[in-house]
């Protein structure tokens, strides 16, 4: 069964340094990956998706990640935290025959410290 | 253009009550697909349909159960309500066709078992 991990569920940066958020999925397949976002009492909002067509994905409020067969991996980086990035993100994967079904990660709490 | 709208923001019932959330998708998407947030199981896919008809379903019990109206609104029924129902339950749509497109989540229905 497809499935998502992400590594570690707390993670705390100063304000200005780098982000890096770790998501590992196990498929047999190139799944279609995810990175959403949610903010307190707020729903999910889509970061960035790799489809295949390119392995470093570019996403909103300057996020990216990069797709790495090899690693099975596909983390989230943004050169420089905000405050207001400050957040749940979770990491999703979808196979192409599951139609719109989403199996999420456990989620890694964004802390960003002044 | 409207986001996806879901009533009543926040519920409380008591254990063997039912209860019955709505989701309005945004205009044009034909996709609903129903999730259950807590912090224990993370976010669990419940179900999704798509033109009225039900396309995939996750794992939960048969006391979960939804619908889809021809103007692709959406409502989940829980029956016989227990205390570990107590969650966010957020509804995304997409436009649903065969290309992997992105999914709008609404911003929750927080149901609360007293």
């Known amino acids: 069964a497809q499935s998502v991990t992400q590594l570690g569920s707390h993670v705390s940066v100063s304000e200005g340094a780098l982000v890096l958020l770790r998501c590992n999925y196990s498929s047999s397949v190139p799944p279609y990956l995810f990175w959403y976002v949610q903010y307190p009492n707020q729903g999910l909002q889509l970061l960035l998706k790799y489809t295949s067509a390119a392995t470093l994905v570019k996403g909103i409020n300057g996020f990216e990640a990069e797709f790495k067969k090899s690693e099975t991996s596909f983390h989230l980086t943004k050169p420089s935290a905000h405050m207001s990035d400050a957040a749940e993100y979770f990491c999703?994967?979808?196979?192409?025959?599951?139609?719109?079904?989403?199996?999420f990660g456990e989620g890694t709490q964004l802390t960003v410290n002044p | 253009k409207a986001g996806v709208t879901q009533t009543p923001r926040y519920l409380i019932k008591t254990r063997g009550q039912q209860v019955t959330l709505s989701c309005s998708p945004i205009?044009?998407?034909?996709?609903v697909s129903w999730y259950q947030q807590t912090p224990g199981q993370g976010l669990q896919f419940l179900f999704e349909y798509f033109s009225e008809t039900q396309r995939n379903k996750g794992n939960f019990p048969g006391r979960f159960s939804g619908r889809q109206f021809s103007n692709s609104r959406s409502e989940m029924n829980v029956s016989t309500l227990e205390l570990g129902d107590s969650a966010l339950y957020l509804c995304a749509s997409s436009s649903g066709g065969g290309f992997v497109g992105e999914l709008f989540f609404g911003e929750g229905s927080r149901l609360t078992v007293l």
């Open positions: 999703a994967v979808r196979r192409e025959t599951s139609g719109s079904r989403l199996t």
């Open positions: 205009s044009g998407h034909r996709s």
